[in-house]
């Protein structure tokens, strides 16, 4: 054809226009120029996480024995695979097809040590090879790796469950249990984590029928039952979904204090009302409720158990009244023997016979802070998306998004250990940060600039961490990976930890006061 343009003339004709470009704005006119070998990267700060991942061990400890299973040559390798993934959810993906966003991100691949960042579907296929034992086994490993120093301490383990509705058709998407989305087909995900530090040990994903609490402990006693004796919770907490009598003989089978919500049965309901008549024996247990205890044995149940019972009085219509296809509120209202609506009460059952009844009020109450966890990594990490035909990429990419989630907590936590901050913001705060990477003579050095109010809090925070990791690497020279690891959580967690050294490292007390100097 004659009047063909080939690519090497419409190549010229771009370098031609990009010099006399012009584009005019409400301020003026503007020359554009387009720079496409350029190493820049919009998350320039990702040059401190990969120094705290260096420091800890983790982002080598991913690449070992990856499950991926490669034979062929021209395969990718596993570390560009896995820190495309690494990447992708970190900067808040929640599409495999948002990949492509990063895939000219010349800084980003280079400080985690990758060739390159890989395609969309080259991580789709990645998660397809290797067999579910051996993806199981390795997740394991990363997971533990991250929290394990941490379960040393006293916590309470905290066992939830949430709807993902699925919108194809997908391996197990069947309709169940789905408040938000009533008719909808889903997956459930069954996840055990440690409430007071937002930190996930595990997640199951199940078919949408598998929305019971039943359907989500085997996974758990079975995490339960690989862990030390001295590594076990203090206290499993749930609610209504896992207070079964199956669930309490399992813990009670292997010695393990649990605290369960009671459902409103006619049983639970008898109770509460022949416990209000005399109105005697109620006790304060904080933020205006009131709490008795009962020694009581359940239609069903095999055994008598402590059971709490919990009271305020009610101010307002019940919760169930005004959303009645929600979920059902964590507190709920007793009906009166004329239908009033007079007390707000909520039923617990526990073994643990040390514990006030004001203790396991407030300790419930401490509960709330799941749904935070749920929205967090559902909305602001991936737990919405990402998602396959086969059920076993969903397990393994929701398990890969806890472990992205976990060790982003963890240094945000070197930053701010006061509180948990989420990912909405802190990632505009200590990732979002425009980078170039410039190179002279034997030197790099990657440039960074931020648009953030905060911006010299944020240069000062990150400084910090970075001075933290460098004096760790010069005065724990001779520590392991999971040592300097643990050292670094103990930094993280210094309050929750009280200043305590997690691990037993030689002289840690003095090197943690060392690196905090």
């Not at 904080?286 to 919990?310: H, N, P, Q, V, Y």
């Not at 940060?433 to 010299?456: D, F, M, P, Y």
């Not at 970075?466 to 005065?475: E, K, P, Q, S, V």
């Amino acid at each position: 054809m004659k009047n063909a343009v080939t690519k090497q003339d419409y190549d010229n004709q771009s370098v031609e226009r990009q010099a006399k470009l012009m584009v005019r704005g409400l301020a003026g006119g503007f020359e554009v120029e387009w720079d496409r070998d350029a190493k820049v990267t919009p998350s320039g700060t990702v040059v401190y996480f990969a120094q705290y991942l260096n420091a800890g061990g983790l982002m080598d400890r991913l690449c070992e024995d990856a499950p991926m299973a490669y034979t062929s040559n021209n395969a990718p390798e596993d570390r560009d695979v896995l820190g495309t993934m690494v990447l992708s959810i970190l900067n808040g993906h929640t599409r495999y097809a948002h990949i492509n966003a990063l895939r000219h991100d010349r800084v980003g691949p280079e400080v985690l040590g990758m060739s390159k960042m890989v395609s969309e579907d080259s991580v789709r296929r990645a998660l397809k090879r290797g067999q579910p034992q051996a993806w199981d086994a390795w997740l394991s490993k990363q997971e533990r790796g991250v929290w394990e120093p941490l379960l040393a301490e006293p916590y309470v383990l905290d066992v939830d469950s949430t709807v993902k509705p699925i919108y194809g058709h997908q391996e197990g998407a069947e309709l169940g249990y789905n408040p938000k989305k009533p008719g909808r087909p889903s997956h459930n995900y069954h996840t055990y984590f440690i409430g007071a530090l937002r930190l996930i040990l595990g997640t199951e994903v199940l078919p949408g029928k598998a929305h019971s609490g039943g359907h989500g402990m085997p996974a758990l006693w079975t995490l339960i039952d690989s862990l030390a004796p001295h590594l076990r919770p203090r206290l499993i907490r749930a609610d209504v979904s896992y207070g079964t009598e199956s669930n309490m003989l399992e813990a009670e089978r292997r010695g393990q204090a649990y605290l369960f919500k009671l459902r409103r049965s006619g049983n639970v309901k008898s109770q509460f009302k022949m416990l209000c008549a005399p109105e005697e024996g109620w006790m304060d247990a904080g933020e205006g409720w009131e709490a008795t205890e009962r020694r009581m044995k359940l239609s069903g149940w095999t055994c008598e158990r402590r059971c709490i019972f919990l009271r305020r009085p009610a101010e307002k219509p019940s919760a169930t009244e005004r959303r009645p296809n929600r979920e059902q509120p964590e507190f709920e209202f007793v009906e009166g023997a004329e239908q009033r609506r007079e007390w707000e009460y909520v039923a617990l059952v526990t073994n643990d016979e040390k514990l006030t009844p004001w203790t396991i009020s407030q300790c419930y109450r401490d509960r709330a802070d799941c749904e935070n966890v749920f929205d967090e990594i559902k909305n602001q990490w991936g737990w919405s998306g990402f998602m396959t035909h086969d059920l076993q990429r969903c397990r393994i990419i929701a398990r890969f998004i806890a472990l992205v989630y976990n060790w982003w907590s963890v240094f945000v936590r070197l930053a701010q250990s006061d509180t948990h901050l989420e990912a909405i913001t802190s990632r505009p705060l200590l990732l979002n940060t425009v980078g170039r990477l410039v190179e002279t003579g034997r030197r790099k050095i990657v440039r960074l600039t931020s648009n953030h109010a905060l911006a010299e809090k944020v240069q000062l925070a990150l400084e910090g961490i970075g001075g933290f990791l460098n004096r760790l690497a010069r005065t724990a020279e001779q520590l392991k990976p999971e040592e300097a690891w643990a050292l670094i959580l103990s930094a993280a967690f210094i309050k929750w930890l009280k200043g305590k050294v997690l691990h037993p490292v030689s002289d840690g007390d003095q090197l943690l006061l060392q690196l905090h100097a």
